[in-house]
């Protein structure tokens, strides 16, 4: 955490689990907090946020814990409180501006070190308090304490060294002015073997602020000196990580919890939320995450791909697979990429690129189409569920946890298939025509085109724009119903092929690519 002004968190904590006025409060701050995103320079923002939840494996009873959500990582993480410390001392009651004297002593000077300056954009801070010595003795200074004036000298603008030079030359009899800064204090507390200390030997502070660093975040209660310590006992890296409320490979949904499961085998385990709003919060945030994580992975990756092989989407799916033909009651998570022409599906996320080399199912997206399933037409409990048809192969039945990502891939998946048949050109499909073998080519610029396999020659061709419907028997006939640009009259030719379904897929792809040509409000209007 960056030093700066008196902001000493960046996320204050609330207990979900206690009262209903605790609960309301730590939703409204969770909606209160500005979302993670992505800078305009590319880097990450380094929010965090906190709060209480209740945590278990799934079979026994849930314990309470407080999860803190950063960009990158996830950490649930257990209160530990060690007995009071009589050698800290209480913190004052106000923060009331007080004028104290100190009488220097031959040994140990002051007795206290101090933090801060304004090259740090921090007030001068009394960061330790040494026992027994000249401070100590007024019992009226305390860690956390911003010194204002010293004998009546404002130094709120001063530099650090300027105000160690200050302190020192400053006479047997020095009179502060301070005002004690409440937020500082378990932070000063921690760093205090790190310090500059004032006439006792050390006399330079180059520490530029206080830092939270470590496994652990500390906050000290000033009534009762009770040290209370966080520890990590779960880290979950959300690089490519994965967030689901379902139990995991079934279409059963847990009430108000979730998982995340982290690539490199982690598990948060089953994270249980008071209500539905708090849980709603927690799965946007850590979501948004890791989005902004796989996007900016994708970045990375795209780097070194030329732009025929960006990648348009990458992303963590369920894949339903059939039991004995039953419906579906057995889901894995499968990584899904669209990737320059391909569509490809991994069992874990490719980490480098020679990664992408290796992945074991791969289809062509302009062979292929892509189905949204509508609600009524689910197989079991699972929602946001879409279907890949490729040409030669089953269809693929997919659900994804939420609605907006199920956009993001339709809207992906269009994206592609325009990119793809750009970059293709033009596909000939072998046809009978008329009881001859011939060709059917696709082309970008000319449209539908039959030519004869033995002359070579153009039998017939129409424009994308003027195809006005087709019919097909489902196994190898084809019907196309042309309208002639001069007298209007539908003309209908008819075919037989033996791939049929390949060739449909690809029309598809060739006559959605166009239309986005023509109204390229075709494809943002179906983004989320």
Request: positive net charge; proline residues 4%; glycine residues 8%.
């Amino acid at each position: 955490m960056e030093a700066g002004g008196d902001h000493l968190c960046a996320c204050p904590l609330s207990r979900a689990s206690g009262s209903k006025k605790d609960r309301t409060v730590f939703r409204e701050s969770l909606r209160a907090t500005p979302r993670s995103s992505l800078r305009r320079k590319g880097s990450l923002k380094k929010e965090v946020r906190c709060g209480m939840v209740k945590v278990s494996d799934g079979k026994t009873r849930p314990t309470p814990m407080r999860l803190q959500l950063s960009m990158e990582i996830l950490k649930l993480q257990k209160e530990e409180s060690t007995p009071p410390n009589h050698n800290v001392r209480p913190t004052p009651s106000d923060s009331r501006v007080r004028i104290v004297g100190v009488t220097r002593q031959k040994v140990g000077g002051l007795g206290l070190s101090i933090k801060g300056g304004a090259e740090h954009k921090l007030p001068i801070l009394i960061s330790r308090i040494f026992k027994e010595q000249a401070a100590d003795q007024t019992g009226q200074l305390f860690v956390g304490d911003a010194i204002i004036k010293v004998n009546g000298e404002l130094i709120t603008h001063c530099q650090h060294d300027e105000a160690v030079n200050i302190l020192r030359n400053a006479g047997d009899i020095v009179m502060l002015t301070v005002k004690h800064y409440r937020a500082a204090t378990p932070f000063l507390q921690k760093a205090n073997q790190e310090e500059g200390e004032l006439d006792n030997g050390c006399m330079s502070e180059e520490n530029d602020g206080w830092k939270c660093n470590g496994s652990s975040d500390h906050s000290l209660d000033s009534r009762t000196t009770t040290l209370t310590r966080w520890v990590d006992i779960i880290t979950v890296p959300l690089m490519m990580a994965y967030v689901t409320r379902y139990i995991f490979g079934t279409d059963k949904l847990r009430p108000n919890a979730f998982e995340v499961r982290g690539l490199n085998g982690s598990s948060t385990g089953v994270v249980h939320c008071d209500d539905a709003a708090i849980l709603s919060q927690w799965l946007k945030y850590i979501t948004d995450n890791i989005m902004g994580l796989t996007h900016l992975q994708m970045k990375l990756y795209n780097r070194n791909f030329p732009a025929a092989e960006r990648i348009e989407y990458m992303g963590w799916v369920n894949e339903g697979i059939l039991n004995n033909n039953q419906p579906w009651q057995n889901y894995r998570p499968r990584f899904l990429t669209l990737k320059g022409t391909d569509v490809m599906l991994f069992d874990s996320p490719p980490l480098n690129v020679g990664d992408w080399k290796e992945c074991g199912l791969v289809f062509k997206v302009y062979q292929s189409m892509l189905r949204v399933i509508k609600d009524s037409e689910n197989v079991d409990e699972r929602q946001h569920c879409f279907l890949i048809q490729t040409s030669g192969q089953e269809s693929r039945y997919f659900s994804v946890e939420t609605r907006q990502e199920l956009l993001r891939i339709e809207s992906s998946w269009h994206n592609s298939v325009c990119a793809a048949v750009i970059k293709l050109g033009s596909k000939s499909f072998n046809v009978s025509f008329g009881g001859k073998l011939a060709g059917l080519t696709l082309d970008w610029n000319m449209g539908f085109a039959l030519f004869d396999n033995i002359s070579r020659q153009f039998l017939w061709q129409y424009k994308f724009s003027q195809l006005r419907g087709s019919s097909d028997d489902g196994k190898s006939k084809l019907k196309l119903h042309f309208q002639d640009v001069e007298t209007k009259s539908i003309e209908t030719k008819e075919l037989e092929c033996s791939n049929l379904q390949a060739l449909l897929f690809c029309m598809h792809a060739f006559l959605t690519a166009k239309v986005a040509s023509v109204d390229p409000a075709f494809l943002s209007s179906r983004t989320p």
